[in-house]
Nanobody, 124 residues
Framework: QVQLLESGGGWVQAGGSLRLSCAASEHTFSNRIMAWFRQAPAKAREFVAVISRSGGVTDYADSVKGRFTISRDNTKNTVYLQMNSLKPEDTAVYYC?????????????????WGQGTQVTVSS
């Protein structure tokens, strides 16, 4: 059973930055595709970013491309989401997720394990 723990959320003004972290509880972290999703109030959970096992391949939602960067440190069992130029529409609960598959995916149903989420609030 993989446990994922997000941290780094908070309140920030528009144009500001935050860095989210997600620590995994297992030593096989490097075997997992890792992704970030987010869910705003009254909206469905949506894909934000994903990173391959080695970190060499990434993919981003169009809404965050050029502003957010996903990265991972397999020695620390941790995945990160650097969020710059934040906008009020980025306000949501952000979740990290893990997948045992070989290919990166935007499909929420592919992900086997989820963290509890961390709130990000961007004020205008």
């Amino acid at each position: 059973q993989v446990q994922l723990l997000e941290s780094g959320g908070g309140w920030v003004q528009a144009g500001g930055s935050l860095r989210l972290s997600c620590a995994a509880s297992e030593h096989t972290f490097s075997n997992r595709i890792m992704a970030w999703f987010r869910q705003a109030p009254a909206k469905a959970r949506e894909f934000v970013a994903v990173i391959s096992r080695s970190g060499g391949v990434t993919d981003y939602a169009d809404s965050v491309k050029g502003r957010f960067t996903i990265s991972r440190d397999n020695t620390k069992n941790t995945v990160y989401l650097q969020m710059n130029s934040l906008k009020p529409e980025d306000t949501a609960v952000y979740y990290c997720a893990a997948d045992m598959d070989y290919k990166i995916s935007r499909d929420i149903s592919e992900y086997d394990y989820w963290g509890q989420g961390t709130q990000v609030t961007v004020s205008s």
